[in-house]
């Protein structure tokens, strides 16, 4: 498994989580990194994007003020902060790769569960 997603559980509106994803190869180091999110019935969805030194990021409107995403390339890892949750946040999590900073996710982890309960 290239990327392995971690932290999802379940949290009461408000609340916090905090995701991370690990990847076992270096060519993640100098690419750039996502999260994806899809709900039950819904499309997928971007939530935020890192570039490979951290230097850059991009948010979703409906996440933008809440969620943070970081990176360690020395540890190998990805994170997503996750603040000021509502029950619309409830989806599967994906975390996603672009090794060759083509602006094609080439590379999507398993997917980890986040459920927000009012």
């Known amino acids: 498994v290239q990327l392995q997603a971690s932290g999802g559980g379940s949290v009461q509106a408000g609340g916090s989580l905090r995701l991370s994803c690990a990847f076992s190869?270096?060519?993640?180091?100098?690419?750039?990194m996502g999260w994806f999110r899809q709900a039950l019935g819904k499309d997928r969805e971007f939530v935020a994007s890192?570039?490979?030194?951290?230097?850059?990021?991009y948010y979703g409107n409906s996440v933008k003020g809440r969620f943070t995403i970081s990176r360690d390339n020395a540890e190998k890892a990805v994170n997503l902060q996750m603040n000021s949750l509502n029950p619309e946040d409830t989806a599967v999590y994906y975390c996603?790769?672009?090794?060759?900073?083509?602006?094609?996710?080439?590379?999507w982890g398993q997917g980890t569960l986040v459920t927000v309960s009012s």
């Open positions: 890192i570039s490979w030194s951290g230097g850059l990021t």
């Open positions: 190869d270096d060519m993640f180091s100098t690419g750039t």
């Open positions: 996603v790769g672009d090794p060759n900073r083509r602006g094609e996710w080439d590379y």
